[in-house]
């Protein structure tokens, strides 16, 4: 027997939310963040560009910047302290008040270092499951992990069956 649940998956992630769009009509639920990031323009121009990485899904993330990105240009995003380096493409950019918001469809992810097959920590898996505190990189070295490990999977259950027991209906299935 297989438990699984409506509504959740470890794999995918818990309960993201985004308040301030109202009802998600997204694939993927964005996970809000507010890293820095480095975003150097591809081909390599010498171009470098402060941003944030404000939110995150599984294949894409939202980017606030200074200045507007041209839709298809293919960029490279450095994330601080962890150094991840996010290959992507831009897939629009709107003016925000003073800044830019531009959507980036995530190609690529490489990693400076090697974390080994270290297991999650309780404390990532409480944020992942509440959907926010953790940072882009974090994340996204977490639901790498959780694609690979059923342990940390059953763990990451458990948590959101504890945190969140409204949400977690557990269905038996074979």
Request: charged share 30%; glycine share 10%.
């Amino acid at each position: 027997m297989r438990l699984q649940t409506l509504g959740y998956s470890a794999r995918d992630g818990a309960c993201f939310c985004n308040a301030d769009q109202g009802m998600e009509k997204r694939k993927e639920r964005r996970y809000p963040t507010n890293d820095a990031a480095d975003v150097k323009l591809l081909p390599d121009d010498g171009k470098h560009l402060p941003g944030t990485i404000i939110d995150i899904s599984k294949s894409g993330l939202r980017l606030e910047l200074s200045t507007g990105l041209t839709k298809g240009r293919r960029i490279e995003i450095i994330t601080f302290p962890a150094g991840l380096i996010i290959f992507g493409e831009v897939k629009y950019c709107r003016r925000v008040g003073a800044v830019f918001h531009a959507g980036v469809q995530i190609e690529g992810v490489v990693s400076k270092r090697d974390d080994g097959e270290a297991h999650i920590l309780d404390e990532e898996i409480e944020l992942y499951v509440v959907g926010k505190g953790l940072t882009a990189p974090e994340l996204l070295r977490v639901r790498e992990h959780l694609s690979k490990c059923d342990v940390c999977c059953r763990r990451v259950l458990a948590t959101a069956a504890m945190l969140q027991p409204r949400r977690f209906r557990p269905v038996l299935r074979q």
